[in-house]
């Protein structure tokens, strides 16, 4: 970052007059570390303002100096702020062959970013793929009332507006706090799904129904027999290995997240085989601790204190989704991933002591139950989930599997990353 002691009036001007977004916007994130930016952020508004009224003058006049003769890239130069360098369409531009239409595209997408950049303070590509999220769950759910969908709808379609229907949008969108909006929506839509994930999944009260009597008396544990009948459950693949029994340090690891998946009658696939490794059933997704969602493996490392990360790689960037139950656990063939913060004993913070600690009710099995699936459950007072998978015939040949999918698709864009490529 830049000290703030060299944060004269030259440069402040030459970072709020940025042509290039992106770059401002990695820029200001850095700088926003260790000085106060709002001047610099209020600056850069004004200016998003003045160029999406005078960009089409700029363009027009560009062009007519480019064609009598003058280097399009000197051009440049003279019309646009070239600190931070240009994006990634202008400075691919060495001549006037086929100039204009890639002032044309640059155009199009810069006034973009600078909407996007105006209300939300983040890259394009990232908030189109939480948007797109938001409308897609609404389709099933409804969370959005009619004029929220029809915003969000007008936002995701930025690229295909004219110049004056994106000034038209952002004089709409200004009066809004668009950041906190979208939070508070994103926020609702999420609690909706966990209701739905909550309401769905089996727990220990609505196992009973299916709990089969004669094998109960001849174990000594409740087994619950998935016999045909359609269902959900919220399972936890143990490092554990089923050649030994479950010990109390095997049911709570101290990591600050857990990884949780949703299996059910539309699936039948767990991280770890439930033949060789312990598979717990909960009976509920706590909705303040639930970090992340996605339809399959999210390769999510997920501390809480930074300090104590052992690689750079905290979190994921893949999507957050939003699913309804039967999506959640039927648009894939793998196993689905949610992470969950949990408790952490080797902390002593208030953020952990308010934490709950996720206890399971069941051990999850298909098709066979071991002695030690019986000792275990007698040991910690668990129920058995019996699943008779020959009684469930699953197509999975249209689905997403883990490796099927385009991460343009999926992840968000990083600071050196080109977003103008999934756009």
């Known amino acids: 970052s830049i000290p703030e002691r060299l944060l004269n009036r030259s440069l ?40 999406l009224e005078k960009c089409l003058l700029i363009y027009h006049d560009m062009l007519k100096v480019i064609k009598s003769g003058k280097n399009p890239r000197d051009v440049f130069d003279d019309f646009l702020n070239p600190f931070g360098g240009y994006d990634s369409i202008l400075s691919k531009v060495y001549d006037d062959n086929a100039v204009e ?7 199009n997408y810069v006034t973009t970013d600078m909407v996007i950049d105006y ?26 009332s009619t004029f929220d969908k029809r915003m969000y709808s007008r936002i995701v379609s930025l690229d295909k507006m004219s110049i004056s229907e994106k000034r038209d949008l952002l004089n709409d969108l200004k009066n809004l706090d668009m950041e906190n909006k979208f939070y508070d929506d994103f926020r609702i839509a999420r609690k909706e799904m966990v209701q739905m994930f909550n309401g769905s999944i089996l727990n220990k009260e609505s196992s009973n129904k299916y709990i089969n009597k004669d094998l109960s008396i001849e174990y000594g544990v409740p087994i619950y027999e998935m016999n045909g009948n359609k269902f959900f459950v919220l399972v936890k693949s143990l490092s554990a290995r089923k050649d030994e029994v479950l010990s109390e340090r095997d049911l709570h690891v101290n990591r600050d997240g857990g990884s949780f998946s949703i299996d059910g009658s539309n699936k039948l696939n767990t991280f770890s085989d439930t033949d060789l490794y312990y598979n717990l059933a909960f009976d509920k997704i706590p909705f303040e601790q639930l970090v992340h969602v996605f339809e399959v493996d999210s390769y999510s490392n997920y501390y809480r204190d930074k300090t104590d990360i052992p690689s750079s790689n905290n979190g994921t960037d893949r999507i957050n989704r939003l699913y309804t139950p039967d999506e959640f656990v039927g648009v894939s063939s793998s196993y689905n991933e949610l992470v969950v913060s949990q408790p952490n004993e080797t902390r002593n913070d208030e953020f952990n002591s308010k934490l709950g600690k996720p206890l399971p009710f069941a051990i999850y099995c298909y098709d066979e139950i071991c002695e030690n699936d019986i000792i275990s459950a007698k040991k910690f007072g668990l129920g058995i989930i019996l699943v008779r998978t020959n009684k469930y015939d699953i197509d999975t040949s249209n689905r997403v599997s883990l490796h099927s999918i385009d991460d343009r698709d999926i992840c968000y864009v990083k ?3 080109n977003d103008y490529s999934r756009r």
């Open 101 to 107: 239409k890639k002032i044309t595209k640059s155009m």
């Open 119 to 144: 209300v939300f303070r983040d890259y394009t590509s990232n908030v189109f793929l939480d948007i797109n999220e938001l409308i897609r769950f609404n389709n099933s759910t409804s969370v959005l």
């Open 415 to 417: 600071p050196n990353e």
């Open 12 to 51: 402040v001007n030459k970072i709020c007059s940025m042509y290039n977004v992106r770059n401002y916007r990695n820029l200001i994130n850095n700088l926003s570390k260790n000085n106060d930016v709002s001047e610099i952020e209020n600056l850069r508004r004004k200016f998003y303002d003045y160029f």
